[in-house]
């Protein structure tokens, strides 16, 4: 592995990332007290960034991170990265999806039971010498019905946690279907009969769009009276002003909450009501969670610096290894086919539809796609493009990109078919990975060739007629040019005819403005793979 940089600017625990002072050529800095201005002046010099949710990876620290390959997020919640502007530049963002997972569940329980039972408030008032009874009666949790939004896996794990305190649950999750629900000995609902069945609600989605003030003044309109809400998830699921009002009015008559719409809090209004009980954002904060996070984040980046693989990627789908390790040969053919179709024509791709067949057609194939896409796109958008944005610069540009499988495959035990609409026509070429033998393109237009797809090729539109062939040869010679292999394909004797040349030196404009001005030929153009 080469030298890489990797800047920890968040607390990590020591002991987690092993991972990374382990491996060879890794040079790992912490600088947990950067201030924003300080960050984005530091980040430059680095290849990854490893954060919690304190640092703010914005797309302005992003355009300054121009040596970054890596971020990773030791937690779940990446609602503190810019993913879109990640993605733009390149830069694989990843999480630790479930390392904390347990110590957040267990903390939803510990804030459910301390509001239920106003421990924190019983515990003020003791500590200021107030031997106090009667302010602090509380409310059972058996038989009362728990309400989870967002079953996921923290969400089903406070679920089953509270049916182990004797609550009924009922939740609501899109993905939330009739046999997982009977799995957990669960009922489900729509977010509204949640809300209008619960006598305690939790929440454990994702902070989103769809889900920022998911629980508003409308939703506490709904609620039973009395309702006690909880949010160990993200600050701004819960409207806080709306929460607010919904406690002085008398409906809410509790809240615990773990996370806040500004963090570190700035507003402490909430603070002030009896009935709130908080924390500062501690649901990950155990020496478990924090080493499992640390140590699941730091093997992605070692994955990654030493294969360009990862487990947890959050804007990269993720291959299972088993069928990485089967499509990883075809990475680079597919490449090529991308780059050989853009040299091939003369006006960019505003289509491109690529086509698996043969054994290709049993796998997941969208590392491929990419594949082709930043061949594609390289040729003029330069070594930006890597697997992470090649899909987004491809929409970005305009491009349209379908992906399709066929069982049928000409005779190829696996064949990549490549199509791209342009505005000067379309152009068609495929590829194959002969056993053995490496990569071949087949397929050029509707000419069958057989040509390895490397060095200097040169392709020729001409017209069948005796001699033109020498004339092609004879030319290259006299500038210089070696021809190492030739190919030549016809549609019909004397007519369209097509020659590919690999040459052992790229030949020079001049020579091949002569080759077109030869009668017989049409188009010359010239591809380096
Ligand atoms: N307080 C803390 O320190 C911690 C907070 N978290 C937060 O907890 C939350 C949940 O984490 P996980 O369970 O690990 O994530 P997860 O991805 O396993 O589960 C989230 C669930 O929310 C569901 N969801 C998405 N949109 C929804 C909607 N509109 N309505 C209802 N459900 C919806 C998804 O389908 C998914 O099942 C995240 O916001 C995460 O950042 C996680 C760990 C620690
Ligand atoms: O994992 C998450 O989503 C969390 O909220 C934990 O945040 P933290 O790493 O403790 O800053």
Not at 20 to 42: H, I, Y
Not at 151 to 158: N, T
Not at 309 to 314: A, E, L, P, Q
Not at 427 to 454: C, F, H, M, S
Request: charged share 25%; glycine share 8%; net charge negative.
């Amino acid at each position: 592995m080469k030298d890489y940089k990797i800047l920890v600017s968040d607390p990590l625990s020591e002991e987690g990332i092993f991972p990374l002072r382990d491996a060879e050529g890794l040079t790992v800095v912490f600088d947990t007290e950067l201030t924003p201005q300080q960050l984005t002046e530091k980040i430059g010099g680095f290849d990854a960034l490893l954060v919690r949710s304190k640092t703010q990876v914005t797309r302005e620290l992003i355009e300054k991170a121009d040596r970054l390959k890596i971020i990773g997020r030791a937690g779940v919640g990446v609602d503190n990265i810019d993913l879109e502007a990640a993605t733009e530049k390149g830069i694989i963002v990843v999480n630790a999806p479930d390392g904390n997972t347990n110590s957040a569940a267990e903390h939803t329980i510990a804030m459910l039971m301390s509001m239920a039972r106003k421990i924190p408030q019983a515990f003020t008032a003791l500590r200021n010498r107030e031997w106090d009874r009667k302010s602090f009666v509380g409310v059972e949790l058996k038989g009362k019905t728990l309400g989870v939004v967002g079953l996921g896996r923290i969400g089903a794990e406070v679920a089953a946690r509270a049916k182990g305190q004797r609550m009924k649950i009922i939740a609501y999750d899109p993905f939330l279907t009739q046999e997982r629900a009977d799995e957990l000995g669960i009922d489900f609902g729509t977010v509204e009969e949640v809300l209008k069945a619960s006598d305690f609600i939790t929440v454990h989605t994702p902070l989103l769009k769809e889900t920022r003030h998911l629980i508003n003044a409308d939703a506490f309109k709904i609620m039973k009276p009395g309702v006690q809400i909880i949010n160990c998830a993200r600050g701004g699921i819960i409207d806080e002003n709306a929460l607010y009002d919904a406690i002085k009015s008398g409906k809410v008559a509790g809240a615990a909450l773990d996370v806040f719409e500004q963090e570190p809090m700035v507003d402490f209004r909430l603070l002030d009501l009896p009935e709130v009980v908080a924390t500062p954002h501690l649901g990950a904060s155990t020496f478990e969670a924090q080493e499992n996070v640390a140590i699941d984040v730091s093997l992605d980046v070692v994955s990654y610096f030493s294969t360009g693989t990862v487990r947890n990627s959050v804007n990269l789908p993720s291959v299972p290894s088993e069928i990485m390790k089967k499509i990883e040969p075809y990475f680079d053919l597919s490449e090529r086919l991308g780059a050989f179709l853009t040299d091939l024509s003369d006006s960019t791709a505003t289509e491109v539809n690529i086509s698996y067949s043969g054994e290709l057609a049993d796998f997941e194939v969208g590392p491929l796609t990419r594949n082709v896409l930043k061949g594609l796109l390289k040729r003029h958008l330069g070594n930006r493009v890597n697997d992470v944005n090649a899909m987004f610069l491809a929409h970005q540009k305009g491009i349209t990109v379908n992906e399709s499988k066929s069982a049928s495959s000409k005779g190829f035990t696996n064949l990549i078919s490549v199509e791209i609409l342009t505005n000067a026509g379309k152009r068609k070429t495929a590829g194959t990975l002969l056993n053995g033998q490496g990569p071949r393109i087949v397929k050029v237009d509707d000419y069958i060739v057989d040509v390895v797809p490397e060095g200097h090729l040169l392709f020729i539109r001409h017209h069948d007629r005796p001699g033109v062939i020498g004339r092609v040869g004879t030319l290259l010679g006299q500038e210089g040019v070696n021809i190492a292999t030739m190919q030549v394909g016809r549609s019909a004797e004397g007519g369209d005819a097509i020659m590919m040349l690999s040459i052992d030196k790229p030949a020079e404009a001049k020579s091949l403005r002569q080759l077109e001005e030869l009668a017989e030929i049409d188009k010359v153009k010239a591809v380096d793979l």
